[in-house]
């Protein structure tokens, strides 16, 4: 029996076929995830800051990518990475300058996608205990509320102080959470100064309770305070983390690029309709007003600019003696890498 000859054209497509069949199961295998379910920590899950990591929990967008995702959520930022430093989270949706900080401290951990590209935080001052407050000196010896000691609330308004020529010494912080309590702890005259998120500062804002004296909420705002784009919300993890789980965090970044691009669209009606009722304190309408403040300051695309880094080392800097910019090496507090792949994906 004669075998029908074989062509050039038969020959290359028999090899192209062949290529085919061993490459599936290598690719298979490139995206199977190292690590499906995870502990993910947040400081404040109802804030407007951490709005797109709600929105791709709600919208199915994490299982959509084979993640099973546990969130336990902290009253701050600097208890979210005590649970990643202590081994009880394995990523932490938090602030960016926590990578820089930690560094300082020898311990490399790294952002690989972003949320947030303005901090959001404002700093209010109560007209109820300091109704005739004229300037940052007179915040001496006075109690202000934030998150949680250590967080980004607390960094800002150590930022705020010292250009104002007040030592962060000379104050008294006070975690509050970023919810209701922290609400109260103004009413209440328990502290005299508020540094925070939306929706609770323009809850405070627009009822009259607190003078705004810093805000970060808009990208001028944050220029005028930082004097550059100021990178806040992210996701990271320590570094070996990602080197050993790259495929799990090329899942996270697509999850969380995927809400970044709804957001993008999102109508006032949608977010309501989404996030948890808890998270309006009772207030829809001064909800959505908060929303409309922040709405800019939500990134794009889950890609680092490349000048954000620096304008956090420059900050931190300037009140943390701990933080030597030039011991500092900024390529190993981020990553591109996983943002840029899930905005080719999502056409974000």
């Known amino acids: 029996m004669s075998h029908p000859p074989i062509t050039r054209r038969t020959f290359a497509s028999t090899l192209a076929l062949t290529a085919a069949a061993v490459a ?36 199915g967008y994490f299982k959509a990518e084979g993640l099973d995702v546990e969130i336990s959520d902290f009253a701050g930022g600097a208890r979210a990475l005590q ?7 394995d990523i932490v949706s938090g602030a960016f300058e926590h990578t820089i900080n930690m560094q300082s401290k020898n311990q490399f951990i790294s952002e690989f996608v972003l949320m947030g590209r303005a901090p959001q935080i404002a700093i209010g001052v109560s007209t109820k205990t300091m109704p005739s407050y004229k300037s940052i000196g007179e915040l001496r010896g006075k109690k202000i509320g934030v998150s949680a000691p250590g967080s980004s609330t607390n960094m800002i308004a150590n930022l705020v102080l010292t250009r104002g020529g007040v030592k962060p010494t000379d104050v008294s912080f006070v975690g509050v959470g970023t919810g209701a309590g922290a609400l109260a702890a103004l009413r209440s005259g328990q502290i005299d100064v508020m540094s925070n998120t939306d929706p609770v500062m323009t809850m405070l804002e627009q009822k009259g309770e607190v003078k705004i004296i810093s805000d970060t909420r808009t990208l001028k705002g944050t220029q005028d305070v930082f004097g550059g784009p100021m990178p806040a919300a992210c996701l990271y993890t320590h570094a070996d983390f990602m080197h050993k789980n790259p495929n799990t965090c090329q899942a996270l970044a697509n999850a969380i690029v995927r809400g970044l691009k709804w957001l993008q669209t999102a109508g006032p009606s949608d977010i309501i309709k989404t996030v948890p009722e808890a998270y309006l304190l009772g207030d829809r309408g001064l909800y959505l007003a908060s ?34 910019p030039e011991k500092i090496e900024l390529a190993k507090t981020y990553t591109n890498e996983f943002a840029r792949r899930a905005k080719d994906k999502y056409k974000a």
């Not at 649970?83 to 989270?89: I, Q």
Request: charged share 20%; net charge positive; hydrophobic share 45%.
């Open 83 to 89: 649970a990643l430093v202590g081994g009880s989270a």
């Open 24 to 59: 599936a199961p290598a690719l298979r295998a490139q995206t199977k995830l190292e690590k499906p379910k995870l502990a993910l920590a947040v400081g404040g899950k109802a804030a407007f800051y951490y709005l797109p990591l709600t929105i791709s929990e709600q919208l």
């Open 291 to 324: 929303f409309n403040k922040v709405r800019e300051a939500i990134a794009l695309d889950g890609v680092m600019p490349e000048e954000g880094p620096k304008t956090a080392l420059k900050a931190l800097a300037s009140f943390e003696p701990s933080v030597k």
